[in-house]
Nanobody
Framework: VQLQASGGGLVQPGGSLRLSCAASGINFSIATMAWYRQAPGKQRDVVASIISSGITNYTDSVKGRFTISRDNSRRTVYLRMNNLKPEDTAVYYC?????????WGQGTQVTVSS
């Protein structure tokens, strides 16, 4: 199983970014995919998740600003982040729980700063 994340970067407050995560080695269309983030000195927490039917879930701090989506034909999950705030600064990780194991992407840095 491999998860290849991309799309992070430096953005000003109020800006937008889109993260992508391409998956291989799993039956992507039935997998629940998620994005987590970890800020310096803090634990890794879930940001958003999407199940096979497309139903989504978000942590309260990003509701209305972030959108998780999936493209099964591309085996890719996305995280669109709008109205970014300095407190969104973190390393973002793509995640899947597959065949009783957790798998993580390599992480992509998102920095929100003026």
């Amino acid at each position: 199983v491999q998860l290849q994340a991309s799309g992070g970067g430096l953005v000003q407050p109020g800006g937008s970014l889109r993260l992508s995560c391409a998956a291989s080695g799993i039956n992507f269309s039935i997998a629940t995919m998620a994005w987590y983030r970890q800020a310096p000195g803090k634990q890794r927490d879930v940001v958003a998740s999407i199940i096979s039917s497309g139903i989504t879930n978000y942590t309260d701090s990003v509701k209305g600003r972030f959108t998780i989506s999936r493209d099964n034909s591309r085996r890719t999950v996305y995280l669109r982040m709008n109205n970014l705030k300095p407190e969104d600064t973190a390393v973002y990780y793509c995640h899947v729980f597959w065949m009783i194991r957790n798998y993580w992407g390599q992480g992509t840095q998102v920095t929100v700063s003026s």
